[in-house]
């Protein structure tokens, strides 16, 4: 079984419609992030959390939501979705434990579609 | 703030060829520096990490090397296959980031390798 997994893995919603992207990791890990990758360019950070009481705004926060409902659960709530988040989303785990030698894992991705 | 770039954006070769994928980044002060594989569908998987007080890391017939101080890692595949087309990304953890641990992603090579 996959380490850090997403539901769903491919979405398509209208515009104006709230939608909530879920994350599960089974590494133990404290930490979880959110990204998002656009055609031609690389994944940029939108939300992360260093535990469940610390979530924290990343470099395209606008337009998004999170929720750490456990220290294995991540959410990211759409509030109204627009086409410009048309976009492949990624989910990321890792461990503070090791400090700044921390890797990041990554789950599947969610293809995320707003027409 | 971190910038990556990766050079070339594509690339195609014939099997057996060795070949080296580049990466440059802007400031210098990181912590690591993380090699991933990008196939479509399945999400990131991390190839390699290079600590900053590092200078190179192998895995099998990859191998990644890091100059700081000129802001350039390179990404070896030896004696390429059709299994190793994919798209290859790039990122960088900097201490600008502070405790966020954020990564800075490149844009990703795509390399194709021809049977």
């Known amino acids: 079984d996959a380490d850090v997994t997403q539901t769903p893995r491919n979405r398509i919603t209208k515009t104006g419609k709230r939608i909530m992207l879920e994350c599960s990791q089974t590494k133990g890990h404290d930490r979880m992030y959110w990204y998002r990758q656009d055609p031609g360019l690389g994944l940029r950070l939108i939300y992360y959390?260093?535990?469940?009481?610390?979530?924290n705004k990343g470099e395209i926060s606008d337009g998004y939501s999170v929720s750490r409902q456990a220290q294995a659960k991540f959410s990211l709530s759409l509030e109204s979705a627009i086409p410009n988040q048309t976009a492949l989303y990624f989910c990321?785990?890792?461990?503070?434990?090791?400090?700044?030698?921390?890797?990041?894992?990554f789950g599947p991705g969610t293809r995320l579609t707003v027409t | 703030k971190q910038e990556v770039t990766q050079i070339p954006a594509a690339l195609s070769v014939p099997e057996g060829e060795n070949l080296v994928l580049n990466c440059s980044f802007t400031d210098s002060a990181i912590y690591n520096l993380q090699w991933f594989r990008q196939d479509p569908g399945k999400g990131l998987t991390s190839l390699l990490l290079?600590?900053?007080?590092?200078r190179e890391q192998t895995s099998g017939r990859l191998n990644a090397s890091l100059d700081k101080s000129s802001g350039r890692s390179t990404l070896y595949i030896a004696a390429s296959q059709p299994g190793d087309s994919a798209t290859y990304l790039c990122a960088v953890n900097s201490i600008s980031s502070g405790s966020a641990r954020q990564l800075t992603f490149g844009s990703g090579t795509q390399l194709t390798v021809l049977p």
């Open positions: 990321a785990t890792s461990d503070e434990r090791t400090g700044m030698r921390s890797e990041q894992y």
């Open positions: 290079i600590q900053s007080s590092q």
């Open positions: 959390s260093f535990d469940v009481k610390d979530i």
